[in-house]
């Protein structure tokens, strides 16, 4: 299992040299290529993220539209960060140019398994950084395919390579060789803590410090005052706590409010939350798919089980006849 990525590494650092010499325009102009590729399978590249994350198809449309988005700003902000950039004081010419650092491991999460897989990537390969993608482990054909359209848009095959498996086996030899000099990350802030501790090691033949760029998860709140316009707040509320199924590090999971309104916030919330129906991915009629897998069921029924515990419940709802027929 870890020998692949090791191979992968190796591999890319052989071609590093070559692909570092390759011009900033060069390679933003692959990075625009894959974009107008994106464009054109767009709704091919959504279906493969409902039948696979279970994301329905507003919320997957939408991750692509945010990969296309990510190739062209990192084409762009290749171009400007490769040219020289006067630095002058009296008396002398300072010239500032910016080169890749050395192999980038990317380590994707499964919840926008193609924005932010391609949004890293695309970082490192404009920043001329031979590159080893490594998507979640329950997003591989959203990541195999993401591979693909890189190599057809005229990425070089030594330059970006794909592997498949566990963060805790294959993203592990990743953060750990040697040769490794960037890692890009995103997920929880355990293993994001866990990636900077390790990457902070000098491994057997290193000879560089590795750079670390994590993005971990938060527990985001709403916030409503007193003038707030409670239609319009408690929509956003609904889409911020269950646009795709509360999977987001974006997702409202704490609304703030001024206790004389409590009462009556918390019961509007509730009949806004009922009108929400439960079904499959696929279905474009239902507001909530399943979670990711029964892990992550359990997870939320044990904070359920929790919160009636701690607190008032004020609605409790039942994926009712879907129970064993998915993660609901």
Same mark, same amino acid.
């Given at each position: 299992?870890?020998?692949?990525?090791?191979?992968?590494?190796?591999?890319?650092?052989?071609?590093?040299?070559?692909?570092?010499?390759?011009?900033?325009?060069?390679?933003?102009?692959?990075?625009?290529?894959?974009?107008?590729?994106?464009?054109?399978?767009?709704?091919?590249?959504?279906?493969?993220?409902?039948?696979?994350?279970?994301?329905?198809?507003?919320?997957? &449309?939408?991750?692509?539209?945010?990969?296309?988005?990510?190739?062209?700003?990192?084409?762009?902000?290749?171009?400007?960060?490769?040219?020289?950039?006067?630095?002058?004081?009296?008396?002398?010419?300072?010239?500032?140019?910016?080169?890749?650092?050395?192999?980038?491991?990317?380590?994707?999460?499964?919840?926008?398994?193609?924005?932010?897989?391609?949004?890293?990537?695309?970082?490192?390969?404009?920043?001329?950084?031979?590159?080893?993608?490594?998507?979640?482990?329950?997003?591989? *054909?959203?990541?195999?395919?993401?591979?693909?359209?890189?190599?057809?848009?005229?990425?070089?095959?030594?330059?970006?390579?794909?592997?498949?498996?566990?963060?805790?086996?294959?993203?592990?030899?990743?953060?750990?060789?040697?040769?490794?000099?960037?890692?890009?990350?995103?997920?929880?802030?355990?293993?994001?803590? #866990?990636?900077?501790?390790?990457?902070?090691?000098?491994?057997?033949?290193?000879?560089?410090?590795?750079? *670390?760029?994590?993005?971990?998860?938060?527990?985001?709140?709403?916030?409503? &005052?007193? &003038?707030?316009? #409670?239609?319009?707040?408690?929509?956003?509320?609904?889409?911020?706590?269950?646009?795709?199924?509360?999977?987001?590090?974006?997702?409202?999971?704490? #609304?703030?409010?001024?206790?004389?309104?409590?009462?009556?916030?918390?019961?509007?919330?509730?009949?806004?939350?009922?009108? #929400?129906?439960?079904?499959?991915?696929?279905?474009?009629?239902?507001?909530?798919?399943?979670?990711?897998?029964?892990?992550?069921?359990?997870?939320?029924?044990?904070?359920?089980?929790?919160?009636?515990?701690?607190?008032?419940?004020?609605?409790?709802?039942?994926?009712?006849?879907?129970?064993?027929?998915?993660?609901?």
């Amino acid at each position: 299992t870890c020998a692949l990525p090791i191979y992968a590494v190796e591999g890319c650092a052989r071609f590093q040299h070559r692909y570092g010499a390759f011009s900033a325009q060069t390679r933003a102009g692959w990075l625009r290529r894959a974009a107008d590729l994106m464009v054109a399978r767009r709704m091919e590249l959504a279906a493969w993220m409902v039948l696979e994350v279970g994301k329905n198809w507003r919320e997957a &449309d939408a991750d692509v539209a945010e990969a296309i988005d990510f190739c062209h700003y990192y084409a762009g902000m290749a171009e400007w960060l490769a040219a020289p950039h006067d630095r002058n004081v009296p008396g002398e010419t300072n010239i500032t140019i910016r080169q890749g650092r050395g192999v980038a491991a990317v380590i994707a999460p499964w919840n926008f398994p193609l924005a932010i897989l391609c949004g890293m990537t695309s970082a490192a390969l404009a920043a001329g950084c031979a590159t080893v993608m490594k998507p979640a482990e329950q997003s591989p *054909v959203i990541g195999a395919l993401l591979h693909g359209i890189f190599l057809e848009a005229g990425v070089p095959p030594e330059a970006l390579a794909l592997v498949q498996g566990p963060g805790e086996t294959v993203g592990d030899a990743l953060v750990t060789h040697p040769l490794t000099s960037v890692i890009a990350f995103t997920g929880s802030l355990k293993v994001g803590t #866990l990636i900077n501790e390790k990457a902070s090691r000098l491994a057997p033949g290193q000879t560089h410090f590795k750079r *670390v760029l994590a993005e971990m998860g938060g527990k985001n709140a709403v916030i409503l &005052d007193e &003038d707030a316009d #409670l239609d319009e707040a408690i929509r956003s509320v609904l889409a911020g706590a269950f646009g795709y199924q509360g999977q987001k590090c974006s997702a409202c999971s704490r #609304l703030l409010v001024p206790a004389s309104q409590h009462d009556a916030i918390a019961a509007r919330l509730a009949d806004a939350t009922r009108t #929400l129906s439960i079904g499959p991915a696929d279905n474009p009629s239902y507001a909530l798919g399943p979670v990711i897998n029964d892990e992550a069921r359990k997870r939320i029924e044990d904070t359920i089980v929790e919160g009636r515990r701690r607190g008032t419940e004020i609605l409790g709802m039942s994926a009712g006849s879907l129970t064993g027929q998915g993660s609901f």
